[in-house]
């Protein structure tokens, strides 16, 4: 089963091994563990529905508050804290397009706010319910069958709600994959992703969702909007691009068709060694620009580096890297690579040597696959240790952007330095570090992960959120980043959103939401703010 207030399946768990939490107390203090609410704790508070019977709409108060919230922060601290605030009056599970509409016109009769809910992995804010007005919450979780394989186009279609390992599973029946992976794969959906605009780990070779999209059906409040597939259009404006990041603004996608490929015959994925940042930079920028077939590219800078084999939990393993490392240039600031290939056998090991030559010219030290195949072996399960973190005292937060190769590096430089300094007033520190997450020709996303105290009260953990979140993002925006690669905007880094569009920029998004929904009850105060 699902944890309620955390990531993840309960019965997966991993733990801190004493190496690993000493490498934190020496860099942030001891954590204290924080005392969580119960689940009949946190239901307890939560207020009649607002909203009137209807046979599709469950107004039961667990199944309201397991659709209350996601995964950012302060969606954890009123989970932890049995703070639910305002929950959704209802939700509903409907099976069909026809359903979405009606539960819609429901909706506009019981002057309900609707937030569409795909996996409820959102780390921005995007679901919180209205506290103005009652909010009718649509899950489309039983909108999940591929309804169609188009092998001559290499096109599927599914039931928006499809999640990750449902619908590779679906495709893997028939021999193809949509390669779409983001660490959230195990639950967040189709849906999800399109509307955030999301990455998976191999879209170097897969493409991000805004590439894998290929149409669908959307249900408005002012119609259905059907957006047909083609190869290539120029007609106009392509619709498709109404969709991708509206974040539930325009309505409900309840059908997407995606863009498949052949399962690859051959899949690895090997570390590279770098003395120091400047080198392991200017070789993964050679390296996109040089458009090989690879399927991922991820380069953690030297703290991160230090972090991520500290935290691995084999100390004595990583000694002997770490002086074999030495003996040929990596020493302290070095840097770690991950490289994969999936395809073509011949294909991908010939873009693998060619990848490993160009490293070996800033002086990369291949190692081989031994800690690539154990990445991809727990790539999905890495993120449990937030759990784990949260049982020790220390939170996990995360933020990233993107950027053209000349603002790659100050931007990182400036949120980490942004983050040291955020928790000073409170008197705490933060162990920040950062990875190139996606490479592109043009430049990189840029993925900060922060690690600090946990005070254990909810107001002061908020404000310390608050203090880290609003420093970060500015330092983003000051920088030239974009205030999301992959996360998208939510609540939480709307006010952020004018520094990227500007004033008419976001006129003009507010005025296209507005032609679908005229009465602004589509997730309200998500992404565009009033
Ligand atoms: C541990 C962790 C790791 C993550 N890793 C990645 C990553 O590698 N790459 C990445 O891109 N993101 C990542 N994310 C962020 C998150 O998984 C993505 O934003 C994902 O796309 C959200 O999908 P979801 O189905 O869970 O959507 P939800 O969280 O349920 O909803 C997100 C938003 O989409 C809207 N929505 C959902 N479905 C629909 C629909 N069918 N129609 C209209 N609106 C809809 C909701 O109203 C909401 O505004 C991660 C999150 C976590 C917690």
Known sequence: MRRWNGWGDETIDVEMNADALGFLEARIGPGQAPTDASFEQACAAIRASRLSPHPLVDTNTSVRALHALGQSLPDWLRLRHGRLGAVPDGVAFPESADQVRALLAYAAANGAAVVPYGGGTSVAGHLTASLDQPTLCIALTRLRAMRNLDTESQLA??????????????????????????????????????????????????????????????????????????????????????????????????????????????????????????????????????????????????????????????????????????LRGCGEGKCMLLVGASGNKGQARAALRAAFAIARGERGVHIGK???????????????????????????????????????????????????????????????YTHLSHLYPQGASVYSTFVYRLAGDYETDLARWRSLKSAVSEAIVASGGTISHQHGVGADHAPWLEAEKGHLGLEAMRALFNRFDPDGRMNPGKLVLP
């Open 157 to 326: 279609s599914f039931g928006a709600g499809v999640t990750g390992p449902d619908l590779e599973a679906q495709l893997r029946a028939h021999g193809y994959t949509l390669g779409h992976f983001p660490q959230s794969f195990e639950y967040s959906t189709l849906g999800g992703w399109v509307v955030t605009r999301s990455s998976g780990q191999q879209s170097l070779r897969y493409g991000r969702i805004e590439q894998l999209f290929a149409g669908g059906r959307v249900e408005t409040p002012a119609g259905t909007l059907d957006i047909p597939t083609f190869p290539a259009s120029a007609a106009g404006t392509d619709l498709r691009e109404l969709v991708l990041g509206s974040e539930g603004r325009l309505g409900i996608l309840v059908d997407a068709t995606v863009r498949v490929t052949k399962l690859p015959d051959y899949e690895a994925f090997h570390a590279v060694f770098f003395p120091d940042w400047d080198s392991a930079q200017r070789a993964v920028r050679t390296l996109a620009q040089a458009r090989l077939p690879l399927s991922m590219l991820r380069l953690s800078n030297a703290v991160e580096t230090q972090t991520m084999l500290a935290l691995a939990g084999h100390k004595r393993l990583v000694g002997v890297l770490e002086k074999w490392l030495r």
């Open 370 to 432: 031994g800690l690539g195949e154990r990445w991809r072996h727990n790539r999905f399960r890495n993120v449990y240790l937030r759990n784990a973190a949260w049982r020790q005292g220390y939170a996990i937060d995360t933020v990233e952007t993107a950027l053209d190769w000349p603002g790659v590096n100050g931007a990182m430089a400036a949120i980490e330095a942004a983050a040291a300094q955020a928790l000073g007033e409170h008197g705490e520190r933060v162990h920040a």
